[in-house]
């Protein structure tokens, strides 16, 4: 009996050492978009403050460690707290595209050879970043303290920060700024997807704390008026 009530007890530390691993590499992720962004827009060298890809490289090992906890779990403790179990196997996948995003944007700063400016879409481009630089820390703190409040804020401006993105990314396929180079049209149409897509993976772990498992990741849905009623 006491070997048992110890093995529960171990399964419910790995899934809280699943659940802060997951917080570390979300904060990593923060980091990364950081320095990232930094490095593209604000400098006309690709230098970075730490290695990126070692960075990228540590969220990828602690993905394994955060599936491997959360298997052992319910190995041991059965279908208790499969939710919450199956919940952060999902918001860590998220977390992980998060890193591999900002290493894209880290290469595309090696790529382009000086800051990258918006040109007429850089009021548009300042915007998008100043979601993902509020949503960060938003989202960290909602894993953290399970706000749905806050967490449904981050979900009601996704779809408005998308159609920002793809209208810069239209703009550069049909050439409509035609005071920008080849090179700079490629390298914003890249940035503005790959900002797109952060902020896309940063919307998915929100919707967890609002949403049921089989909904994360979509909108929340709307109470029905019959459900209202009960």
């Given at each position: 009996m006491f070997r048992k009530f110890?093995?529960?007890?171990?399964?419910?530390?790995?899934?809280?050492?699943?659940?802060?691993?997951?917080?570390t590499m979300l904060e990593f992720d923060y980091k990364m978009?950081?320095?990232?962004?930094?490095?593209l827009r604000e400098s006309d060298t690709s230098e970075l403050p730490f290695d990126i890809k070692k960075t990228d490289r540590k969220i990828n090992k602690y993905e394994r460690e955060v599936r491997r906890n959360v298997l052992t779990h319910l190995s041991i403790a059965g279908t208790q707290n499969i939710v919450p179990g199956l919940a952060l196997v999902s918001i860590v996948i998220d977390?992980?595209?998060?890193?591999?995003?900002t290493k894209n944007i880290a290469g595309l700063a090696q790529m382009h050879p000086t800051r990258l400016n918006g040109g007429k879409h850089e009021e548009l481009l300042?915007?998008?970043?100043?979601?993902?630089?509020?949503n960060f820390p938003i989202v960290i703190e909602v894993l953290k303290t399970q706000d749905k409040s806050k967490a449904r804020k981050v979900l009601q401006i996704e779809e408005a920060t998308?159609?920002?993105?793809?209208?810069?990314?239209?703009?550069?396929?049909?050439?409509?700024?035609k005071n920008i180079s080849h090179s700079t049209a490629v390298s914003l149409a890249m940035y503005a997807r790959y900002l797109k897509r952060?902020?896309?993976?940063?919307?998915?772990?929100a919707s967890a704390v609002v949403n049921p498992f089989p909904r994360i990741g979509f909108r929340e849905k709307k109470p029905t008026s019959k459900s209202k009623s009960k």
């Open positions: 110890k093995e529960l007890f171990s399964s419910e530390s790995l899934l809280d050492a699943a659940f802060e691993t997951t917080l978009y950081a320095a990232s962004s930094k490095s977390v992980e595209r998060i890193g591999d995003y300042k915007e998008i970043e100043a979601t993902i630089e509020t998308a159609s920002k993105a793809e209208m810069i990314v239209s703009d550069m396929i049909t050439n409509e700024d952060i902020n896309a993976h940063l919307t998915n772990i």
